[in-house]
């Protein structure tokens, strides 16, 4: 299914058996698909648009997904959101998946992700350069790598277990003063790297750390090595 223009699901599902592909050609168009009933089978693409909304009973595979100007917004009834094979997922705003007791699995490394939300069970973001992180709540697992720049937040960030962020080639600063990392955290990152956490938490610090700075801020809590 190919649709154009302002794509709007005013009132009935849509039931998608194979492949979808969404392109708004104006520049100020939006693309809202936000049936609670819908169901996409099929890998989503997005060749472009404002501002894009899918909302899906299942769950949904997206492939390329270009908004050079606006937010991406993907809701399931708590199930998973992954890219697929070779897929580039490049939002130049916000993009947030809620996922409820769903998985988010976005770890193709050509993915171009500004800022990304999630609320689900695992999350795992994977991103060609910086990504920034928004309001992410993971009762379980956070995986988070930037491949070739920094990992930074502008929301609260809070993981029920275990977190992982790499930066293979920037700094790594999550400083929101509500985060909340409930397991360990577990660094990567090359030599001369910073690394910057707060938490509001106990936080220890993982054995073998090798960092140029190193800053760890707890809030009325208790700092610990690992």
Do not use: C, M, R, Y
């Not at 698909?33 to 949904?60: Q, R």
């Not at 490394?109 to 309001?135: R, Y």
């Not at 790297?193 to 073998?208: L, Y």
Request: charged share 15%.
């Amino acid at each position: 299914v190919k649709l154009t223009q302002d794509e709007t699901d005013a009132t009935a599902e849509l039931t998608i058996a194979g492949t979808t592909s969404l392109t708004s050609t104006g520049a100020a168009n939006n693309l809202a698909l936000d049936h609670a009933d819908n169901s996409f089978t099929g890998a989503v693409t997005i060749v472009s648009g404002n501002d894009a909304t899918i909302v899906t009973k299942d769950a949904i595979e997206l492939a390329t997904v270009t908004l050079a100007s606006g937010d991406l917004t993907v809701t399931t009834s708590n199930d998973n959101v992954t890219d697929a094979t070779g897929a580039v997922i490049a939002v130049s705003g916000t993009a947030t998946f809620t996922d409820g007791t769903g998985t988010v699995t976005l770890d193709s490394p050509s993915n171009d992700l500004t800022t990304v939300a999630a609320t689900a069970a695992d999350a795992t973001i994977k991103d060609a350069d910086d990504i920034d992180l928004g309001d992410i709540t993971v009762t379980a697992t956070l995986a988070v790598t930037a491949l070739s720049s920094d990992i930074t937040d502008s929301g609260d960030v809070s993981v029920g277990t275990t977190s992982a962020l790499t930066a293979t080639s920037g700094d790594i600063i999550i400083n929101g003063t509500a985060n909340v990392f409930t397991g360990d955290v577990t660094f990567t990152v090359v030599a001369g790297a910073d690394v910057t956490i707060t938490d509001t938490t106990d936080f220890a610090i993982q054995s073998g750390l090798t960092v140029d700075n190193l800053t760890v801020t707890v809030d009325d809590a208790n700092i610990t090595q690992a």
